[in-house]
T-cell receptor
């Protein structure tokens, strides 16, 4: 597609439920990132994928969070047993390659609300 | 720890005036700085970047200034327009893939 696509755009769930957020990066981009943005805050790095290399999961806040990237393209971020503090906008970004400091192309995000 | 912060959380300017958004960073090893613009309901969009071996870089209506001595970064927008209203993030790259974002400055443009 023309840009990074994320779905759903909005997700409302109950505390304790699992959720899956999807990201479809720009075609040809080998690097994919997940960030979390809480209300009025900056972007918190979560996880990074580059090609077939093992992902860097250093930003995941707890073991309830996981992500995978299938076939080097689409990525899914899964949050298990959601908590209210998980409410945020989850942003996905992609870039051409893992060069030193590449500019990122972001999707519009998934607004997650945990009731 | 590493941090990228902003001097002002909000900035209000008159249409046609120039805007200056400031940013402080703490990691002297950072070698790449980026400004992103985020409009309501959208993801951040790249505006301009600068490497640490430069002091100034200009784009279309935007200029980024880097002062490494005091670890300060600024974004100047010339002839600010209503479409410039957004949240602006400075971000910092430290030679790897991880980009560290600041909290953002919200720019209001008054007609």
């Amino acid at each position: 597609g023309a840009g990074v696509s994320q779905s759903p755009s909005n997700k409302v769930t109950e505390k304790g439920k699992d959720v899956e957020l999807r990201c479809d990066p720009i075609s040809g981009h080998t690097a994919l990132y997940w960030y979390r943005q809480s209300l009025g805050q900056g972007l918190e790095f979560l996880i990074y994928f580059q090609g077939n290399s093992a992902p860097d999961k250093s930003g995941l806040p707890s073991d309830r969070f996981s992500a995978e990237r299938t076939g080097g393209s689409v990525s899914t971020l899964t949050i298990q047993r959601t908590q209210q503090e998980d409410s945020a906008v989850y942003l996905c970004a992609s870039s051409l390659a893992r060069a030193v400091n590449e500019k990122l192309f972001f999707g519009s995000g998934t607004q997650l609300s945990v009731l | 720890g590493e941090s990228v912060g902003l001097h002002l959380p909000t900035l209000s300017v008159q249409e046609g005036d120039n805007s200056i958004i400031n940013c402080a960073y703490s990691n002297s090893a950072s070698d790449y700085f980026i400004w992103y613009k985020q409009e309501s309901g959208k993801g951040p969009q790249f505006i301009i970047d600068i490497r640490s071996n430069m002091d100034k870089r200009q784009g279309q209506r935007v200029t980024v200034l880097l002062n490494k001595t005091v670890k300060h970064l600024s974004l100047q927008i010339a002839a600010t327009q209503p479409g410039d209203s957004a949240v602006y993030f400075c971000a910092e790259g430290t030679g790897g893939f991880k980009t560290i974002f600041g909290a953002g400055t919200r720019l209001f443009v008054k007609a």
